[in-house]
């Protein structure tokens, strides 16, 4: 039998993961006590939480949506929502992008909608949240990682800004990409994955009433850590899709290239349809942990949207175009 040397065994597999992460962030906020500012950063790394309370801003005059496009389960809490995230720019550790992305800076924000369109445009943030009404839309939100939420977000449908744009016939798929910046996001390049971020859709995807730019949730503006100030939500799809802090909007002819597609792309395809009846090389998705709950729960084909999306796939084979 082999028998490790104790050299050979690493910190993680000696303590219980608790204390190895805490550990880990001690070591590190033993660096930064280095600073002059150290024990109010200390204090901040080890107090997180309360981030989400202050600092933002109420979104006023959200518009009634139509119950069908809200679920009724009960949303997860903003606590939760806004400290559980993936945002790999910041950190790949989901209970630390909250407070790598708490500086982050979104004003002033501009996105540019270009390629096959009549009406190119660069518009001011400002601007493109006042092109259609605002709606609260309460979605199931299911990560590839097999957990979920339920999220109230707030935003509009990603139509009304193509509509805008008077997208050409030639225009067949809409390509997205996130803002990158080394100097804000200087963990990054540990992320193991190339920015800018870009996701796409099929133009049928993107102008479907449940695509909506999320500007904000639970009646606020958008935090850091959940794609502010702008970032799409694809409800039926993998949390992957719904790429976060969007600066280009662009519409082509060709399927555009994907950031985990490009990454590995036996685990990850373009369409990305949540299917709990297509395993995903190293988590099968039959079934999912709602953030907050213990038990796991059965997932729903199209994350429970059949209705409203099954239509677009009539015909494909979801195996090969998963
Ligand atoms: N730019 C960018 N967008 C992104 C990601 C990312 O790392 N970078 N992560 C994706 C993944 S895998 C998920 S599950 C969701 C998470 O969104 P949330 O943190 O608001 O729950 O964002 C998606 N959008
Ligand atoms: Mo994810």
């Known amino acids: 039998m082999f028998i490790k040397k104790p050299s050979d065994i690493k910190e993680s597999e000696i303590t219980p993961k608790e204390t190895f992460l ?14 002059t500012t150290a024990s109010v950063l200390l204090y901040k790394k080890f107090n997180p939480l309360p981030l989400p309370d202050k600092a933002r801003e109420k979104i006023t005059d959200i518009a009634k949506t139509s119950g069908s496009l809200s679920t009724d389960e009960k949303p997860n809490t903003l606590k939760e929502i806004t400290n559980y995230n993936n945002y790999y720019e910041f950190s790949t550790d989901k209970s630390e992008v909250a407070y790598a992305a708490k500086d982050f ?3 002033p924000w ?4 270009e390629g096959l369109v009549q009406k190119p445009k660069v518009f001011d943030l400002e601007d493109l949240i006042k092109i259609a009404p605002q709606e609260e839309r309460i979605y199931r939100f299911r990560c590839v990682e097999a957990w979920s939420m339920i999220i109230p977000w707030v935003g509009f449908p990603l139509k009304a800004l193509l509509d805008k744009v008077e997208p ?9 990409e996130t803002y990158y910046d080394k100097t804000q996001m200087p963990d990054a390049i540990y992320a193991g994955i190339d920015f800018p971020y870009v996701e796409g859709l099929r133009m049928d995807e993107a102008m479907h009433p449940l695509t909506i730019l999320a500007t904000g949730l639970y009646g606020e503006i958008l935090p850091p850590q959940n794609g502010a100030p702008i970032r799409l939500v694809v409800p039926w799809k993998y949390g992957f899709k719904s790429i976060k802090s969007i600066v280009k909007i662009k519409l082509v002819e060709e399927e555009p290239p994907t950031t985990w597609n490009i990454a590995s792309p036996r685990e990850y395809g373009f369409y990305s349809n949540v299917n709990p009846n297509v395993s995903h090389p190293r988590w099968s998705q039959a079934r999912e942990r709602r953030i ?9 084909i199209f994350n429970g949207y059949a209705d409203q999306v099954a239509h677009l796939y009539a015909g494909l084979d979801l195996r090969k175009y998963f």
């Open 22 to 35: 805490n550990r880990r962030l001690f070591i590190r906020s033993a660096a930064l006590a280095a600073t």
């Open 105 to 107: 800076k979104t004003k």
């Open 110 to 113: 501009r996105v540019s909608i």
């Open 168 to 176: 050409l016939s030639s225009a067949k798929y809409v390509a997205f």
């Open 292 to 300: 907050g709950e213990f038990s796991m729960r059965e997932t729903l």
